[in-house]
């Protein structure tokens, strides 16, 4: 099993809260994602990184930000959380360089805002 | 457009029985193709990952094919166990960026029995 974290894995919360996904994998992996996963529905890159102070965004548009300061360490913040961002939040990182770059996930975070 | 379908959307088995799941992809230029095991309210795990060349590949009772002509790949589980019950998904990389996209399906939903 990878050696990729997320927490926490499960967040309620209120609207107009800001927040915090935290990830942090030990791989040393220089590149790392952050997905949105709705039930039934296909993984949307919406923010990734290729190294420390290097973030980028995704496909899918998202009002979240990320930081990566450190290279473990891949945090999403929210500053004001609305009911539309209710969603699981899937954490990855990569370490291979070309192609053919396995993607490890972490547990995910289930996000629900009220 | 780069898309990836998979079929069925969900499917119900009987354990110890077999079972094969589809996946049609578009996407270009094509590096590899991969099968994902999604249990519920976790990242998805890698089963296998097929390049260009290759048109088969297990991984204990899951056998994967790809025909890189016609762009279809498939999962075949064999003897299935309750455990097996989890969405699978498939996943494209792109050899058109260094970020090495990915491509994900909707998943197929597998429901094993007893």
């Known amino acids: 099993e990878a050696d990729i974290y997320q927490t926490p894995r499960y967040l309620v919360i209120g609207t107009g809260k800001k927040i915090t996904l935290e990830c942090s994998q030990t791989?040393?992996?220089?590149?790392m994602y952050w997905y949105q996963q709705d039930p039934g529905m296909e993984l949307h890159l919406i923010h990734y990184?290729?190294?420390?102070?290097?973030?980028e965004k995704g496909d899918l548009s998202s009002e979240s930000t990320v930081s990566r300061i450190r290279t473990e360490h891949f945090p999403l913040t929210l500053e004001s959380a609305r009911p539309s961002h209710t969603s699981q939040y899937l954490c990855?990182?990569?370490?291979?360089?070309?192609?053919?770059?396995?993607?490890?996930f972490g547990p995910g975070t289930r996000l629900t805002v009220t | 457009k780069n898309q990836v379908e998979q079929s069925p959307q969900s499917l119900i088995i009987l354990e110890g029985k077999n079972c094969t799941l589809q996946?049609?992809?578009?996407?270009?230029?094509?590096?590899?193709l991969r099968w994902y095991k999604q249990d519920t309210g976790r990242g998805p795990v890698s089963l296998t990952i097929?390049?260009?060349?290759?048109n088969t590949k297990s991984n204990g009772r899951y056998t994967a094919t790809l025909d890189a002509d016609t762009k279809q790949s498939s999962l075949h589980i064999t003897a299935s166990q309750l455990s097996d019950s989890a969405s699978y998904i498939c996943?494209?990389?792109?050899?058109?960026?260094?970020?090495?996209?990915?491509?994900f399906g909707r998943g197929t939903q597998l429901t094993v029995w007893p």
């Open positions: 791989m040393g992996h220089d590149k």
């Open positions: 996943v494209v990389s792109d050899r058109g960026s260094t970020l090495g996209r990915l491509y």
């Open positions: 097929m390049t260009f060349s290759e």
């Open positions: 990855a990182s990569s370490g291979e360089k070309g192609f053919n770059n396995e993607q490890y």
């Open positions: 996946c049609n992809y578009t996407v270009s230029p094509f590096s590899n």
């Open positions: 990184s290729y190294g420390v102070n290097s973030t």
